[in-house]
């Protein structure tokens, strides 16, 4: 069963060649792999040339999702993967989803998604904190009915019926797995299709990815009765929820060492109550559409 990998860029060559070095010696002899570059001040070229077999195209929409969606049109094999550029496939991603796949019913296959540490033995503080809370695929698969497009696996025939991914402006990877939860698809997660994502350099970093976030959510609220209602409830509770976190970072199993979850928790508080003024000025200012457009296109530099 050979499967197109497809990959989205946009301004990151080194962590292109890191991944590209993790995934190109698990490709089976009909494998092939389609970077997609979206806008990037210089082509990753010479990254792509430099492994054999590596297809470079260009989408000029902004997104991984219309990027995503260029490397499906020109994709050659019916078994579709989706790992992002920043992403380093664990060992055994392209055998577990072959693996996966072997089984008739599968559908789309969602993996596991942990931190990449740059010095295992010591952890930051802010990866402590993503170690618990960020790409939580199974939650995500159980709880809201999607997976993340940056290790996310599916059937052509799936993705054909499902519809293309959608633009920046709306959290596509949600977007996209509701839109297939909801035609009746089943989402599976498969924790040995394992990926590794880079935590945060900062906290900057941090506040933007929640900048996006926060803005699509809402203006999905403000399209639901009493929507708004709930938006501060939300808010609200976003100020004291800290305190109800305490014992999931105690016990969670992606951290070890006291340490590591008291950094978890410091960080969790920054991030919590960072969340609640950027909730707040939302619903008193709007704005959703500046924070998107900040997310979306980085200074190439």
Known sequence: ???SIIIPHLNQPEALE??????VPQLAERDEIIVVDNGSGQLPREVCDAFPGVQLLEEAQPGPGPARNTGVAAARHDLLAFIDADCVAGEGWLDAIRA?????????????VRILLVDPDRPTRIEAYESVYAYRMDRYIREQGFTGTGNLAA???????VGPFAGAGVAEDRDWGQRATRAGYVITYVAEMQAFHPGRDNFAELCAKWDRHTAHDFESAKLRRGGRARWVAKTLAMGVSPLAEIPRV???D?????RVRLDAIACLAQIRFYRMRIMTRLLLQGGSDRLVEQWNRPDPR
Do not use: N
Request: aromatic share 2%.
């Open 250 to 252: 105690l016990a969670s």
């Open 18 to 23: 890191r991944g590209l070095r993790a995934l």
């Open 155 to 161: 059937r052509r025939s799936v993705i054909e019926a």
């Open 254 to 258: 992606r951290i070890h060492g006291p």
């Open 1 to 3: 069963m050979p499967i």
């Open 100 to 112: 996966r796949f072997a089984q008739p019913e599968a559908q789309i296959l969602g993996g596991d």
